[in-house]
């Protein structure tokens, strides 16, 4: 099983900074097949991210993912306020399996 | 606009069982795999089991292995999961999630709102 580390657990912000989230694979991921989403309480998780680095449908530019192998990266490059949430890498090179989740909280 | 509504989910005891529906509209259901994700309380997102477009392919995470089974109905554009010999562990939040693709689960574009089940005693 390909494991998914996400780092920071949590990630203390003000509005309007820009947002660094990290995410380790155990085992290189075949073809970059990464997947961000991002979940806010009481709701179901929303895609961000496919493939490493494109964005979904109605997906804000302030959002970007970046990385290849082992090592992916999403980037919220100023921080609304609606982007408080937590988010989750999944890969979907062997298997699926997601990664524990960075939570993006308000300073 | 996709919409994925979930029902069935409830209290059971260790070792009974429980069907999951997922019914599905706004895009052609059996051009995608469909899958079943779970969240524990408190914690983070975890595959179940995904199906292909037509059926005929079905995939599982090992600790459900022998005991659920994903199914689909295309002529209802619904999706299944039935549930047997549950465990306490097994108790979450259950989302019905569309694939991006059709023949095997990759990564999800739509999500239901999700139904609890809870396996206590």
């Known amino acids: 099983e390909n494991v998914l580390t996400q780092s920071p657990g949590t990630l203390s912000m003000s509005p309007g900074e820009r947002a660094t989230l990290s995410c380790r694979a155990s085992?290189?991921?075949?073809?970059?097949?990464v997947a961000w989403y991002q979940q806010k309480p009481g709701q179901a998780p929303r895609l961000l991210i496919s493939?490493?680095?494109s964005r979904a449908t109605g997906i804000p530019d302030r959002f970007s993912g970046s990385g290849s192998g082992t090592d992916f990266t999403l980037t919220i490059s100023r921080l609304e306020p609606e982007d408080f949430a937590v988010y989750y890498c999944?890969?979907?090179?062997?298997?699926?399996?997601f990664g524990g989740g960075t939570k993006v909280e308000i300073k | 606009e996709v919409q994925l509504l979930e029902s069935g989910g409830n209290l059971v005891r260790p070792g009974e069982s429980l069907r999951l529906s997922c019914e599905a509209s706004g895009f052609t259901f059996d051009n995608y795999a469909m899958s079943w994700v779970r969240q524990a309380p408190g914690k983070g997102l975890a595959w179940v089991s995904g199906v292909s477009g037509r059926g005929g392919g079905t995939f599982y995470t090992d600790s459900v292995k022998g005991r659920f089974t994903i199914s689909r109905d295309n002529s209802k554009n619904t999706l299944y999961l039935q549930m047997n010999s549950l465990r306490v562990d097994d108790t979450a939040v259950y989302y019905c999630?569309?694939?991006?693709?059709?023949?095997?689960?990759?990564?999800?574009?739509?999500w239901g709102r999700g139904t609890l089940v809870t396996v206590s005693s």
């Open positions: 999944q890969q979907y090179g062997s298997s699926l399996t």
């Open positions: 493939g490493a680095s």
């Open positions: 085992q290189s991921v075949n073809s970059n097949y």
């Open positions: 999630a569309k694939d991006n693709r059709y023949n095997y689960p990759y990564f999800f574009d739509s």
